[in-house]
């Protein structure tokens, strides 16, 4: 979030991703808020990644079994 705010390149090729893309904008006016006010948003951006990477991981697993249930019927 840091370098996408000082790099525009870098800004726009992240943004192409729909879940960074959130996560950039949700950091919108983090410089206008008070410290306590920071520690908060830090913490709960902290706990969303840490949820979204959870779902992700379940999705890929998901994604996984599935692919492999198909080619073991495929063989049978």
Known sequence: MITARHSP???RWLRKNR???GYLDSG???LNLSWMRR???VLWLC???FIDTIVLIF???AGLLTFSVKK???FR
């Open 59 to 61: 999705a890929f697993v």
């Open 19 to 21: 879940i960074i893309k």
């Open 72 to 74: 073991y019927e495929s």
């Open 47 to 49: 706990l969303k990644i």
């Open 28 to 30: 919108e006016g983090f």
């Open 39 to 41: 520690i908060q948003f």
């Open 9 to 11: 390149s870098l800004d």
